[in-house]
Nanobody
């Protein structure tokens, strides 16, 4: 089995920073893309940032210049550093990992359970 677990969410004041982590574990041969999504109340889930196994990144325009994504392949972990946060960043943040479980096998998409981020004074 494969597990994807996020951590690091919480309450932060406007202008503050928070760092999210996401670890994939279990029956894993390789991890391709690892992405962060978020879903605010009443809104659709949206892609925030993604990173490939080679380190290529994709950042949403709404957070560009404030959020950065990084990855530690040895630890099967992806990070989301969030700076200069505002109320519009309030959401549940989800991690998604595209994983190969065996050599030459298909790629599967795994989601974490989400971590709540609230920006408020």
């Amino acid at each position: 089995q494969v597990q994807v677990v996020e951590s690091g969410g919480g309450l932060v004041q406007p202008g503050g920073s928070l760092r999210l982590s996401c670890v994939a574990s279990g029956s894993i041969f390789s991890i391709n893309a690892m992405d962060w999504y978020r879903q605010a109340p009443g809104k659709q889930r949206e892609l925030v940032a993604g990173i490939t196994s080679g380190g290529g990144t994709n950042i949403a325009d709404s957070v560009k210049g404030r959020f950065t994504i990084s990855r530690d392949n040895a630890k099967n972990t992806v990070y989301l550093q969030m700076n200069k946060m505002n109320s519009e960043d309030t959401a549940v943040y989800y991690c998604n990992a595209l994983i190969n479980k065996v050599v030459g096998g298909p790629q599967y998409s795994y989601w974490g359970q989400g971590t709540q981020v609230t920006v408020s004074s």
